[in-house]
């Protein structure tokens, strides 16, 4: 403990060597500490508090260090690496500090991913197209649909994606109901969890399929989620559902800003389309 006291006098004094003050207790720490996750609530208010506190002990050392090189040797360069460093953290944390306050009081925009959605019956009642987000809004329509219309069969996704724990929600109704699922235009990132719940998945001559890997959305950020075992989780789902660990491997090996859409035939035999009754 001592030491530790000594550490920390030492770099408020201004008194560190310029390596350490810099590339440690500078840079260093103050990108470690931009690599917590997302705090809210009491815990954001409690980092925030804790984040300003190391600031105020990394900018008042690194300070004084810059002006002690200054006057004791004319060391003009390390004295401008001192004061380049105190900048750069100073710029970081109000930049963390902000982007964390600005999610955490976040407010949608009316009618964009929220609008309750509508499903369309046809084939006599028997498909029921779900166009739109992946949304829990869109869960409590599909499950409406379904208990006032028994005779559907079929559910025809048209979705570009959306929440990932909404399409989960999705895939539950339709194991439960033991629906097929069918896609005519698209069915991308978060929609394909959905269409991969199908009883009997079919793609049409125009349909796509659209596949990445997973990442934070400021949209439908979950606090407590983790992106490698939300991951994780869905590839021991897909795998049940029949998917091949080679297509699994090449489907969360793309990147979040890309869409891998594999032709008919890789998903026919990577168990992503069930081959028809002979």
Known sequence: ???IIAYLKR????AERLSIA???NLVALRLALGQIGHPVGVVLILFITLSALVLLWQTVGGWRLANNLMRQSGDLFSALLAYAAVLFVVIYALAQTIELISSEIYVPEPNVMIAPQSLLLVDQGRTVIAAGEMTYHLETALKATLATNPEI????????GGNIFAARAIALLIAANTLTTEVTNRCFSACTIA?????????GPDGQL???GYAYDSEFRVQ???VTDEQARDRVFLATRGFESGFLDRVYATPHSELWIP???TLLTAGVLTKPAQ
Not at 153 to 160: E, G, K, P
Not at 195 to 203: E, P, S, T, W
């Open 1 to 3: 403990m001592p030491q």
């Open 11 to 14: 770099h408020w004094n201004g």
């Open 22 to 24: 810099v590339l440690l």
């Open 153 to 160: 069969v079929t559910l025809r996704l048209d979705s570009a």
């Open 195 to 203: 269409f991969a719940a199908g009883a009997k998945r079919r793609l």
């Open 210 to 212: 659209g596949f990445h």
């Open 224 to 226: 407590t989620s983790n």
């Open 263 to 265: 032709d008919r035939t």
